[in-house]
C-alpha cells in the first residue's frame, strides 16, 4: 500500500489533531513519515511571519518525537516559503520524497474565515494525483465545532 507519507504539519490546534491521525496511520501500515512545516512568508513586505524560523523548526522536531515515541520511522523540515507558494512547495516536497500519499490537517473555517483563508489543501488537490488525506477537524478551533454523531439531537 503506502510506504511514505509526508505529512503537512501547521502550528494550529489542526496540526497536533494531524500529528495524531498521522501516527495512527503510519503506525498501522508501517510507513514512514517525512514531516513538512512551512513558515508563511507574507507577500506584504510589513506584515511579520507568525513564528521565528527556531519556533518552526521546534515544531517539526517535537512531531519527528512524537512519531517515533509512537513507532513511526520519521524525518523532517521546517521551512519558509512565501505564502502563494506553499501547496507548490508541499506538492514538491511529496514528488522529491517519492511520497505514496500527503496528510493535511483541517481548520474548516467558514464564513468570513473562509474568504481570508488560503486553500492550501485545495490547491494540493489540483496538483498532485497523490492521495490527500485530510485529518479531521479538532474538536473545538475556536471557528468551528463539527457535528459529531453522538451529539445530533432528533
Not at 524560523?53 to 519527528?64: H, T, Y
Request: hydrophobic share 45%.
Amino acid at each position: 500500500m503506502w510506504h511514505r507519507l509526508l505529512f503537512a504539519i501547521d502550528q494550529y490546534e489542526s496540526g497536533q489533531t494531524a500529528l495524531r491521525f498521522t501516527s495512527e496511520i503510519a503506525g498501522g501500515i508501517d510507513a514512514q513519515v517525512s514531516v513538512i512545516h512551512i513558515r508563511e512568508i507574507s507577500k506584504w513586505a510589513r506584515v511579520p511571519p507568525l513564528e521565528t524560523p527556531a519556533e518552526a523548526e521546534s515544531l517539526v522536531q517535537e512531531a519527528i518525537l512524537n512519531l517515533q515515541l509512537a513507532g513511526v520511522r520519521a524525518d523532517g523540515i521546517a521551512c519558509s516559503v512565501p505564502e502563494d507558494l506553499i501547496a507548490s512547495r508541499i506538492f514538491g516536497e511529496a514528488r522529491s520524497r517519492m511520497c505514496d500519499a500527503i496528510i493535511v490537517g483541517s481548520r474548516r473555517l467558514h464564513g468570513m474565515h473562509r474568504l481570508s483563508g488560503r486553500n492550501i489543501r485545495d490547491r494540493i488537490l489540483r496538483m498532485t494525483s497523490l492521495p490527500v488525506l485530510v485529518a479531521p477537524t479538532p474538536l473545538r478551533n475556536g471557528i468551528h465545532k463539527p457535528v459529531r454523531f453522538g451529539s445530533i439531537s432528533g
